[in-house]
């Protein structure tokens, strides 16, 4: 059971801290007040209620939703102008067929909202990744409570060790931000499991570099980002995952964040392991890994030897 006003108040402070959302902040708060003077958050309260009312049984004609519908509405005047619009919006079958179908609902989504889309520039998509990271990924788990924020810093800072150009830096921030992001798909008792994963769960959590990979795909980011991102569990062996790449195929940048992403890890409590490793004993880590050929001794001897941990 959730709180209904709580949960839009939380949406509500958590959309407000995330760049460009300002304005879905506030439709979000309002969404479950049926008096609300704001009609967009009314425009959702509805579309909850018909969520609600479309999943309680089957239809398989437009009007006997419509009735269900009008039943609950009908004494609302607040909601006069919206019911309008839905009745004359949902007459036809393909209303129906699309609410059942996720698929076609997503071919025919540019048709109804092309005009409002916001194209990001790489600096605003960075400031936005730091917000995503900071209040959705690594809030999901308290083992990676700044995690992605480390990594962005680790992996930058050593592309500034090697003398790469600033945009190059930028470059690793705004991937090292969303590198989990495809733990969001991957349910906590596996995220948190104390333990060692076997069989499915392991998978299961080795997908998440996977989901990067198909979400930021979806998202439409430049393909250095998601290359550099979803690439940040291979080995120059080949024995990494998701897509087992080796060193021919893997950038300097994927190669940076690999190593970015483990020192971090082994700065860091984890769930499976005792107590985190001070800075010269996840170097001499890293040194073994090197040496048995699954990442690269250069960029290691690149961490700076005073990186600052990131603390909110
Ligand atoms: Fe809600
Ligand atoms: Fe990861
Ligand atoms: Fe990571």
Redesign the pocket.
């Known amino acids: 059971m959730i709180n ?1 006003q709580e ?2 108040q939380l949406g509500y402070e958590i959309l407000s801290q995330i760049p460009f959302c300002e304005n879905i902040a506030l439709i979000v708060k309002d ?2 007040n049926a008096s609300s003077s704001s009609l967009l958050s009314r425009i959702i309260y509805f579309a ?1 209620e018909v969520d609600v009312i479309a999943r309680k049984q089957e239809f398989y004609n437009p009007k006997d939703l419509q009735a269900k519908v009008f039943a609950v509405f009908k004494d609302k005047l607040h909601f006069k102008s919206i019911m309008d619009a839905f009745f004359s919006s949902t007459l036809m079958d393909s209303f129906l067929i699309m609410l059942n179908n996720i698929e076609e609902i997503r071919y025919f989504l540019p048709m109804f909202v092309e005009d409002r889309f916001i194209v990001l520039d790489n600096a605003q998509l960075m400031i936005l990744a730091k917000e995503i990271a900071k209040n959705f990924i690594d809030k999901k788990s308290k083992f990676t409570l700044t995690h992605s924020i480390d990594v962005a810093h680790t992996a930058s800072s050593i592309a500034r060790n090697l003398s790469f150009t600033e945009k190059d830096c930028e470059l690793l921030l705004t991937a090292g931000y969303l590198h989990d992001i495809g733990k969001l798909f991957v349910p906590n008792a596996i995220l948190d499991f104390n333990g060692k994963l076997e069989s499915i769960n392991w998978l299961v959590m080795k997908s998440h570099a996977y989901y990067t990979f198909s979400f930021l795909t979806k998202l439409n980011l430049d393909k250095q980002i998601i290359d550099i991102a979803s690439h940040h569990h291979e080995y120059l062996d080949g024995s990494g995952y998701p897509f087992g790449l080796d060193k021919t195929q893997l950038s300097v940048f994927d190669q940076i964040m690999a190593v970015a992403d483990i020192y971090s890890a082994l700065r860091q409590n984890r769930p499976y392991r005792q107590h985190m490793f001070d800075h010269a004993q996840a170097i001499e880590i890293l040194y073994d890994l090197a040496k048995k050929d699954k990442i690269a001794k250069f960029i290691i001897d690149a961490i700076p030897l005073s990186i600052r941990l990131w603390r909110y």
């Open positions: 209904l949960h839009a969404h479950h909850d």
